[in-house]
């Protein structure tokens, strides 16, 4: 009770501003094209950290539960309707632009925002659970990451299946029509891979924007494709339909958000893995075939990897730093107890409430934006923006890592293979230094 | 099974070798990978190889522009004839691609009550299969087609085949010593690559390898076998674990090829496509590598342990989940057989199977 008390003492209603003031701001970085949520947080942190003396650090940490959560609900709305920012999205993005196209985009979007929704749920009831076992789990995973890391790559590769339709009479020309697009997928993933290796030994953007170094390559990797597919490729898109009732179950909605924990857990907890490749492989480990399913578990999935990463930082005594944010408030959280998770919890189900219910009206909003300006001059001012955004914060070095990545982002979309295999360029570098072979690859690439 | 359950199953089976465990720990091996990898061999190799060698006695390459559904269903039918006369005949049936995103689709069933070829032109659809409003044939007698046959059918998929997009279906004919004609969903699956034999063989060419090739390798006197066979036993087991996995299902495998000629038939415990047995093997797998990986960590007297109480841990984590996955794979079974009754329809001829909904090759 005491417990109880302590934590509703007005002292910390400032918390709560904080947060209600992070969920807007996530709104706003919602909107921003083809940038990741931790490229954004990190420039605005430079800001705000000038300002550090007057914000407590419990103050600044509401204010990023708040962006994360936000973030995490509400990007599903611009993603759907302008393009996605990163891999997690671009998993989820192809199915969406298949409801979008069929005027149901906005049925999709509270699909998985009641998939994020239950996400946050299931965290909130895990959290004690967490205390419990991922200290033991930490002991017995942490000698053998590297190998998980390399698991997941080996499951990426292999489980691309061909496509094609086979209808030569030559054997052969039939298997080379089906091993393009494997071939293709392989390629991409190897060139990503290498790209991450030069960009994370000889980074050329300016030491002060260090922290993003890696911008140009998410920006090249997975935003320019998109926008330039989306001005070549699309027109019009179709009248949205705004349901005002939705078929869901309970059954669809536990499916879902369990399928979802799942794979969002493993990307939080095992570095380097994103939602999407964390989203696949739950979806292949329970079996999901049902579009709702996959929308609604989607939304689950990413919640639970951005929300979740950020909260295994703040279990006491765990020192498991996982995703960016995580990273980018470290020097100013030096204490972690529980009663700092406990008010984690907390904001983390307020902030979610408040998502939630800007959901709709956002959603509506960007249904009206979509409706009244052409959608491939939408991609034309994101790209217009992106490129000057870009130079500003990483100089021609980044440019030219910009460019690279684009060549390299491009061939997934122009043959038809996975887009995950773009995340090559952290999987491959990162999988490799942990095993310790780090070294030995850049010294045979001339980096060393 | 879909493919990640045979890829962790893998995993789950090189996890019990203690020194792989070690190597993976200490040296920093990617061992425990292999196990994976050959857990998902067998399907990489049918879907990624054999199906493009695989020659047909009759191919249908239906004209978009001249649809007639008797022209499909004769070809068919002539392929279960040469069964009829010479005891094997096998088909391939194309799609019909209009545009980068346009098919013509059509559906095509082996009616057992009549012992007929029934082919039927569907609408144009795209890519996710969806129909395009007012694409259906208008002529009904060109639409629709039923041919007869001189046998009787014997088949494990009573429904129909939907043939939309990119590369359709095989079917082979065999005739069987009853005078039925066996119906084999592709002829080119589960047959060499799920077999015992070429996991032993390539588990033999990989032991050849390794004995001339893995030195003996750190504090060899802990373990009873030998580094070097540590890898063709982690393929071998890797692979079989796919097999035995499969041959829970309905289509079984050719567990003896060349000895055997023909796929066995599954146990029909489960369906490859469900839900929750595919998750019971994942979550079985992932048990087992959490649990091997903590009591084969390296130096235990020195590090403690991740899972304190086996007990605990295997009653929580795995017979509590085990029982709840129990409960609503009952309850699901109860509730179809229910709707079936219901319904009062011994057989779904018209809908898909749930193989055919299918997008992981995988599983079927």
Redesign the interface.
């Known amino acids: 009770m005491a417990f109880l008390e302590h934590l509703l003492h007005p002292e910390y209603l400032d918390l709560l501003y904080f947060c209600t003031i992070g969920v807007l701001f996530s709104c706003l970085i919602s909107f921003l094209p083809a940038l990741h949520i931790y490229n954004v947080i990190g420039i605005f942190l430079l800001v705000i950290l000038k300002f550090e003396a007057t914000m407590a650090p419990m103050q600044l940490v509401s204010l990023c539960i708040g962006m994360i959560v936000g973030y995490s609900i509400l990007n599903t709305v611009p993603a759907t309707y302008f393009g996605p920012g990163d891999e997690s999205l671009s998993y989820y993005i192809l199915p969406s632009a298949d409801w979008l196209a069929k005027g149901r985009g906005y049925e999709s979007i509270i699909l998985t925002g009641v998939g994020a929704l239950g996400g946050i749920i299931a965290l909130a009831v895990m959290a004690p659970l967490f205390l419990l076992f991922l200290p033991g789990l930490k002991t017995i995973t942490s000698p053998h990451m590297f190998w998980i890391i390399g698991a997941v790559i080996s499951y990426a590769v292999l489980s691309e299946w061909p496509k094609g339709i086979s209808q030569s009479d030559s054997c052969w020309a039939n298997f080379l029509e089906g091993w393009k697009f494997l071939g293709v997928g392989l390629i991409t993933f190897l060139l990503s891979g290498l790209l991450g290796f030069i960009v994370m030994a000889k980074t050329m953007v300016p030491v002060d924007f260090a922290f993003q170094s890696i911008t140009p390559v998410f920006v090249g990797l997975f935003a320019i494709p998109w926008l330039i597919t989306n001005i070549i490729n699309i027109g019009a898109i179709p009248k949205q339909h705004e349901s005002p009732s939705m078929e869901l179950d309970w059954d669809l909605v536990v499916r879902g958000t369990f399928g979802g924990f799942l794979g969002g857990f493993f990307a939080a907890y095992v570095p380097i893995v994103t939602a999407g490749v964390g989203g696949l492989m739950a979806g292949h480990a329970t079996a999901q075939r049902d579009g709702r399913l996959f929308v609604m578990s989607y939304g689950t999935c990413k919640t639970v990897y951005y929300v979740g990463s950020f909260l295994l930082f703040f279990i006491p005594g765990l020192s498991l730093t996982r995703g960016g944010l995580a990273w980018i408030v470290t020097p100013v959280v030096s204490v972690l107890t529980m009663k700092e998770y406990a008010m984690f919890v907390a904001l983390m189900l307020f902030s979610a409430g408040i998502s939630f219910l800007l959901l709709m009206p956002f959603t509506k909003l960007c249904i009206k934006m979509v409706e009244k300006i052409p959608y491939h001059w939408v991609s034309v001012i994101a790209l217009i923006l992106v490129i000057p955004g870009v130079y500003s914060f990483t100089g021609w070095g980044g440019m030219a890592i910009m460019a690279v990545a684009t060549g390299i982002g491009l061939l997934p979309v122009m043959f038809q293979a996975r887009r995950m295999n773009l995340m090559g360029v952290l999987l491959l570098p990162v999988c490799l230094n942990m095993a310790g072979y780090g070294n030995d690859v850049l010294r045979f690439l001339g980096l060393i | 099974m879909?493919?990640?359950?045979h890829?962790?199953s893998g995993?789950a089976v090189a996890s019990f070798f203690p020194q792989a465990v070690h190597m993976?720990?200490q040296e920093?091996?990617?061992i425990?990978?292999l196990g994976?990898?050959f857990g998902?061999m067998p399907d990489?190799l049918d879907?990624?190889?054999a199906?493009?060698?695989h020659?047909s006695d009759f191919e249908i390459?239906p004209d978009p522009d001249n649809l007639d559904a008797r022209v499909i269903a004769e070809g068919v039918a002539n392929a279960i004839r040469k069964a009829i006369a010479e005891g094997r005949g096998t088909v391939q049936l194309?799609?019909m691609?209009l545009a980068s995103n346009r098919w013509r689709s059509y559906t095509l069933g082996f009616d057992s009550t009549t012992s007929e070829v029934v082919v039927e032109i569907g609408p144009e659809v795209d890519t996710?299969q969806?129909p395009f409003e007012g694409t259906e044939l208008k002529d009904p007698v060109r639409a629709n087609a039923r041919v007869k046959v001189d046998c009787e059918f014997f088949q494990q998929f009573d429904k129909k085949s939907q043939i939309a997009i990119?590369?359709g279906p095989c079917f082979e004919f065999v005739k069987r010593p009853t005078g039925k004609v066996e119906i084999v969903f592709l002829p080119w699956h589960r047959t060499w690559s799920h077999s015992f034999t070429l996991g032993l063989l390539i588990a033999l060419l990989v032991g050849i390898f390794t004995y001339f090739t893995v030195p003996a390798g750190p504090h060899p006197e802990l373990y009873t076998i030998p580094r070097w066979l540590l890898y063709p036993l982690i393929i071998l087991f890797g692979s079989m674990v796919h097999i035995i996995e499969d041959s829970t299902g309905f289509m079984g495998n050719n567990l003896f090829y060349p000895f055997t000629k023909d796929r066995t038939n599954g146990m029909g415990l489960m369906s490859a496509?469900?839900?929750i047995p595919?998750?019971l093997f994942?979550w079985s797998s992932v048990i087992a590598i959490?649990y091997n990986?903590?009591r084969f960590?390296?130096a235990p007297q020195d590090t403690?342990?991740?899972?304190?109480n086996p007990w605990n841990f295997f009653f929580w984590f795995y017979f509590v989940p085990l029982a709840i996955m129990a409960y609503y794979f009952f309850k699901g079974k109860r509730e179809k057989a229910e709707k079936k009754e219901s319904k009062n329809r011994p057989v779904d001829f018209d809908g898909q199977t749930?193989v055919e909904?299918?997008?992981?090759?995988?599983?079927i």
């Not at chain 2, 403690?304 to 304190?308: F, K, L, M, T, V």
């Open positions: 879909k493919g990640f359950t890829f962790i995993i993976a720990s920093q091996s990617f425990l990978c994976g990898i998902i990489t879907f990624k190889f199906r493009y060698f020659k390459r194309h799609t691609q996710g969806i990119m590369t496509a469900e839900a595919n998750f994942v959490l990986l903590d960590r390296w403690p342990p991740g899972i304190e749930s909904r299918e997008t992981d090759a995988s599983i």
